[in-house]
């Protein structure tokens, strides 16, 4: 898979990815499988995660300022 940025190529790892979910409400999702570029460090995550990363989130607790979300497959 190449970059839209840059155009390197890209790996398949596990990244630690904040996502903001309300005005003072952040979940860091941990161990999140995404496609990083060797260059310019740009990432995408596939859209069969991000339905799963969407599930995740709107579930989150909003009333904390920050939740921390192990990803699971």
């Known amino acids: ?6 155009g ?3 790996s398949s790892l596990l990244s630690d990815l904040p996502f903001k979910v ?3 409400s952040i979940v ?3 161990d ?3 496609w990083q570029c060797s260059n310019c460090r740009e ?5 069969s995660i991000m339905v799963k990363v969407e599930q ?5 607790d909003i009333s904390v300022e920050l939740e921390i979300v192990k990803f699971a497959a």
């Open 32 to 34: 999140l499988p995404v």
């Open 28 to 30: 860091i999702l941990k």
């Open 22 to 24: 309300d005005l003072h």
């Open 56 to 60: 995740l989130l709107s579930a989150a």
């Open 43 to 47: 990432y995408l995550i596939e859209d």
């Open 8 to 10: 390197e190529g890209m």
């Open 1 to 6: 898979m190449k970059c839209h940025v840059c």
